[in-house]
Each structure stands twice: as C-alpha cells, then as structure tokens.
C-alpha cells in the first residue's frame, strides 16, 4: 500500500486510472471501515482511502481535538486488508492552504433537519470536505456506511445536483455482537456506559415494531422512546420516523400503505454522543 501526504503523490499515483473507488474516513479504524474497503473492492480497481480529520465539520463545543488520531495503527490495518492500493492522508494545510471561502451549502430540506438542526454547519462541513476529496482523488465509486445515514443522503444529493461522475455505494451499518453500532467515539464509553449503549439499537427496534403492528402513531412512538432514553440516563437530540427516499415525517396513509421508512436517532450517554437508524 502506497502512502500519501499531499495531492500531487496522489495524482501522480491514480494518474491514467479510471476505475477508482474510493473511501473516505476520519482514522481511528475499526471493522465497520475495513468492510467499506472490502466493498469497494469489489466495485471499482484500484481503492483508495483516506484519512482526515476535517475541522469544518466539527462545531465550536464539539470533539475536534479530542477525536482519536491513530494513523500508525490505520496504517497497519488497511496493510493487513490488502484491499488499498493508496492511502491519502494530508495535513490541513494541504487540503486547507488557504481560508476556504467557497463552501457547499446543502438545502434546508435535508440539510438543517435532524442532525443539520443539532450540528449546525456539520453538512456543509462534511459536503465541503467531500467534494473537495473527489476533486482529489476522480473516483468512479465512493463507498459510504449506513450508520450516519443522513450524511450518505446528503452525498448522493449533492453528486445528483453537481452532476458528479460519481456513484455512491452504501454499506449497512456493522453491530458488534450486541447491537452497539461501530463507531471510533465508542472507545469514549465507560464500562457502564458501554453496557447501556447497545439499548439504543433496542429502542430502535421497538419504535419499528410499534409502527408496524400500528399500535401507536409514530409522533407518540417517538415521544414514548425519548421519554426512555431519558428515564434510562441519556441525553436525546431526537428519535425521528422519517421516509427512507427525502427524510420527511410520513403521513398515516404512507405508513399503512407500506412506504419504506427509516427511524433515526441521536443521544449523548455521558459525553459521548451516539446515533443509530434502523431501515423498516
């Protein structure tokens, strides 16, 4: 696997290539990223990851500096893969060498909703980043998870709208055995905290379960779950009964006529901020 710190080693390395796919990250990598390695493989030739942890995404009072860095360790667990042919891992002042004046603003349909209305400028953040890295690396394919579901969404708008020359592939969120979806803020959980935080995942089945069997409208379903995270010692952002295609709440009629929907959520246990969905 080739390293990379600046983008012209990168072009120098892709350069004649057509089928890159391509996989962004922030480091600190566990199985869930690996797999995205793995699918992207699968899809285009030669992969290419990255690392980078982006400061624009990140909020005043957010983790920017306390975000795990671990890039020997990456290193080693992309290598033992052997699914990467290039790692691109730049410093800011080589993907940020001057102010970035000129940032994507995603809509207010889908992006200062649910996580857009907590994270105030996470999605521009994560847009702005985004296309920044595809100018970068020119990938046919990106691979993205299904744990931040609303950032895909946002993506593949984004790729729509630009007209970009690249498809977006989604990988289904990775659990642990317990339900806990993987994510690098899990190492912040405390041993009790850890115990409780596979519930989250719990919660999510049982909002799906009460939708479907149409015991409960999803606004009361929504407020019962916030109502037992809180009585379980989390801090709810939101629970959310949204449709899988546009993130909006369904009408009665499009949940009794089966439109595919997704239930989301965001908490903070302790000082650690989870989120999950679940597709039903």
């Not at 990467?84 to 940020?96: I, S």
Request: glycine share 6%; with cysteine.
């Amino acid at each position: 696997m080739k390293v990379v710190h600046t983008i012209e080693a990168l072009r120098d390395q892709l350069r004649g290539q057509l089928r890159v796919a391509f996989v962004p990250t922030m480091g600190n990598l566990h199985a869930a990223h690996l797999s995205l390695m793995r699918l992207a493989r699968q899809h285009g030739d030669p992969v290419v990851a990255s690392i980078f942890v982006n400061r624009l995404q990140f909020g005043p009072n957010e983790d920017f500096d306390r975000y795990p860095r671990t890039l020997a360790e990456d290193i080693e667990k992309l290598e033992a893969e052997r699914d990467v042919y290039v790692l691109f891992a730049p410093d800011e002042r080589e993907l940020y060498p001057e102010p970035q004046n000129f940032r994507i603003q995603p809509g207010e349909a889908l992006g200062k909703i649910l996580e857009g209305e907590f994270r105030p400028g996470f999605f521009m953040g994560v847009s702005t980043v985004v296309l920044k890295l595809f100018s970068c690396v020119q990938p046919r394919v990106a691979v993205f998870g299904k744990k931040d579901y609303q950032q895909l969404m946002v993506v593949r708008a984004m790729c729509r709208q630009f007209q970009l020359p690249v498809e977006i592939l989604a990988h289904e969120t990775v659990r642990d055995a317990d339900g806990l979806a993987l994510s690098s803020r899990n190492r912040f959980l405390s041993a009790q905290e850890r115990a409780e935080a596979p519930n989250l995942y719990g919660l999510l089945q049982r909002v799906r379960d009460q939708i479907r069997s149409g015991r409960v409208d999803a606004a009361t379903a929504e407020g019962q779950a916030m109502q037992t995270l809180r009585e379980r010692g989390w801090d709810p952002d939101y629970v959310a009964v949204r449709r899988q295609r546009d993130l909006l709440p369904p009408t009665a009629q499009e949940i009794h006529g089966g439109e595919p929907l997704v239930v989301l959520t965001a908490a903070r246990l302790g000082t650690t901020r989870l989120i999950d969905n679940l597709e039903f």
